[in-house]
């Protein structure tokens, strides 16, 4: 079946520093990425959506200067966030859309702690 | 290799039926099981399980997890078309706190 992949799976860095997460679809072309963030109770909210290609759209109240979010080829996209601060402490998860019945292939996650 | 998988891919149902939604998976160090339902945007979360044999319930919605056998049903009694959407079925690792996504059971409920 599909497999998404996210790497780092878990990474902590200093404050003021960026860090980028890759996510890939390694058996399929995605048309379509997602970038999302999990809050406390579980809570998954849609960061952007990125087609290869061209500009990420975001969601309101994600800053896009903050979140970078390159979609470079049908395989993969990255997440780089920008000067990061301890309340971007998270765990980050991407999901591709194989434009098949549009289903949707989740990641495993990124667990970002910034100190 | 650590895995999910959900049944049936797709459900067609009218309005008033129960359905129940299957999830098997095999993941190392489990955490716990989670519940998704996808509309458009960005899943909603419906239920955490941990423990085996006790049932969660949300109004309509309840599911429980059996940890022997590896798997959860999510349960929608007297559906209605507000039901339609992709059921997301997670677990959640202790290595590394990984997640693993099945790919979904979609639910259309027709009036």
């Known amino acids: 079946g599909a497999v998404v992949s996210q790497h780092p799976s878990r990474v902590i860095c200093k404050s003021g520093t960026s860090v980028k997460i890759e996510c890939r679809s390694l058996?399929?072309?995605?048309?379509?990425m997602f970038w999302y963030r999990q809050f406390p109770k579980q809570s998954l909210m849609l960061m952007a959506t990125?087609?290869?290609?061209?500009?990420?759209?975001?969601e309101q109240g994600v800053e896009k200067d903050k979140f970078l979010i390159n979609h470079a080829s049908l395989t993969l996209s990255t997440l780089t966030v920008t000067s990061a601060h301890p309340e971007d402490s998270s765990f980050y998860i991407c999901?591709?859309?194989?434009?098949?019945?549009?289903?949707?292939?989740f990641g495993p996650g990124t667990r970002l702690l910034v100190l | 290799e650590d895995k999910v998988v959900q049944s049936p891919l797709s459900l067609v149902v009218h309005e008033g039926d129960t359905v129940t939604l299957n999830c098997s998976y095999e993941?190392?160090?489990?955490?716990?099981l989670l519940w998704y339902k996808q509309e458009k945007k960005a899943p909603t979360f419906l239920f955490m399980l941990?423990?085996?044999?006790i049932e969660k319930k949300s109004g309509r919605l309840s599911s429980i997890l059996d940890k022997k056998e590896l798997f959860s049903i999510l349960n929608i009694t007297a559906t209605q078309t507000g039901d339609s959407a992709v059921y997301l079925c997670?677990?959640?690792?202790?290595?590394?706190?990984?997640?693993?996504f099945g790919t979904g059971t979609s639910l259309t409920v027709i009036p």
């Open positions: 058996d399929f072309q995605a048309t379509t």
């Open positions: 997670a677990v959640e690792a202790n290595t590394g706190n990984q997640f693993y």
């Open positions: 990125s087609n290869e290609g061209s500009k990420a759209t975001y």
């Open positions: 993941v190392t160090n489990f955490r716990s």
């Open positions: 941990t423990s085996s044999g």
């Open positions: 999901s591709a859309e194989t434009g098949i019945r549009e289903t949707q292939y």
